[in-house]
């Protein structure tokens, strides 16, 4: 069994990104199977609770005030449609329910509501996960004891790229988040995004900063970044598909534990690109046809997709078909 490291060093994670392609797919997948089924894929759902106008200016997103996207902001959504939501992302197949909202942190006021959110949520039976900006070690504990499961806040990119890419911000800021995030006995969900322009060497580092936490991450979302008109990433050379295979791999080989997420930009990888994608370990998946505000592949099509590559829902079934 390969054990948990946490003093991962630069030129380790860069030698494994660059393994010849199939030498990499046969390690991470070893690594994958003596830790995982090798053909079950967790599946989580989300929604936006609240959409938009957001105060921080995020190089990719749709949902900053200071970039003009054509994005319509809504304000946060009644309880009655969260569990509405819901209930449906549990009919088809989905284990856990993804909350995320365009804060730059939450109020007390708003995270009291967030909280109904995630006590009618649990009570469907369903595993929680919100991500609401940065949050205090006080709203963190209350989240603990209102019952939350995850929290998602990710690193986004490696330490020196990050300032690229966002301002209002800082590296440090999102790591004292997760801090009090891990502190107060949440299940950390914490990845990043590829395709903004790094280098190997900046994902190299983010793994690295991952891995290298005191604990790994339960969940290690990975992004492929989809552009936004009107973002200033918009227009960026995209990722060569392989890239983003071996870093997949890499994150599974290094957190051989952590559930590693195929998370956006499915809607734009091909069938094989996501077969690779699960060889080299990501086992989990964002289900439904929108992410927060942008497409993700339509349930028929995941489910052909599951289907024929003999992946199984890790609840046992996706849609209405079980498998
Ligand atoms: N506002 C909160 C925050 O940023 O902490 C939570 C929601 S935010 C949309 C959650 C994550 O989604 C971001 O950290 C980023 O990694 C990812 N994300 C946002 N827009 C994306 C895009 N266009 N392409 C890929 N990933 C994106
Ligand atoms: C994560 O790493 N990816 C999800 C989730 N965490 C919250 C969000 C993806 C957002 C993609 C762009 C959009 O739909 O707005
Ligand atoms: Fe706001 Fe989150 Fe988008 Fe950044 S990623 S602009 S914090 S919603």
Not at 82 to 91: G, H, L, P, Q, Y
Not at 125 to 148: F, I, P, S
Not at 210 to 233: C, R, W, Y
Not at 251 to 257: D, G, T, Y
Request: proline share 4%; aromatic share 8%; with cysteine.
């Amino acid at each position: 069994m390969s054990e948990l490291r946490h003093d991962w060093r630069i030129e380790e994670v860069s030698a494994l990104l660059a393994m010849p392609f199939s030498d990499l797919m046969f390690h991470a997948h070893q690594v994958h199977r003596e830790n995982f089924p090798a053909n079950q894929v967790q599946i989580s759902t989300l929604l936006s609770i609240k959409t938009g106008a957001c105060p921080e200016d995020c190089g990719y997103c749709s949902q900053s005030a200071k970039h003009d996207t054509t994005l319509e902001r809504e304000r946060l959504l009644p309880l009655q449609e969260v569990i509405d939501s819901a209930k449906t992302a549990r009919e088809n197949g989905a284990t856990r329910f993804c909350m995320g909202a365009a804060w730059r942190n939450p109020t007390d006021k708003s995270l009291e509501r967030v909280i109904e959110m995630v006590q009618a949520v649990k009570d469907l039976g369903m595993e929680t996960c919100v991500t609401l900006g940065m949050l205090t070690d006080r709203q963190a504990h209350r989240l603990k004891e209102a019952g939350l499961d995850y929290y998602n806040h990710n690193l986004d990119t490696s330490p020196e790229f990050y300032g690229n890419v966002i301002s209002t911000r800082t590296y440090q800021d999102r790591l004292d988040t997760l801090d009090n995030v891990r502190n107060a006995g949440i299940n950390v969900c914490c990845g990043g995004i590829l395709g903004m322009g790094e280098t190997r060497y900046d994902r190299a580092r983010l793994l690295q900063q991952l891995a290298n936490m005191k604990f790994h991450p339960e969940s290690v979302p990975i992004n492929d970044l989809v552009q936004i008109e009107g973002t200033p990433l918009n227009g960026v050379e995209k990722l060569d598909p392989f890239e983003f295979i071996r870093t997949v791999a890499v994150a599974r080989v290094m957190m051989p534990k952590s559930y590693v997420r195929l998370s956006a930009g499915r809607a734009e990888m091909t069938d094989e690109m996501q077969a690779w994608c699960f060889f080299a370990g990501a086992n989990s998946i964002f289900y439904g046809e929108k992410l927060l505000t942008t497409e993700n592949p339509e349930e028929s099509h995941d489910q052909q997709l599951f289907a024929r590559l003999g992946i199984e829902a890790e609840s046992g079934r996706v849609g209405s078909t079980y498998m």
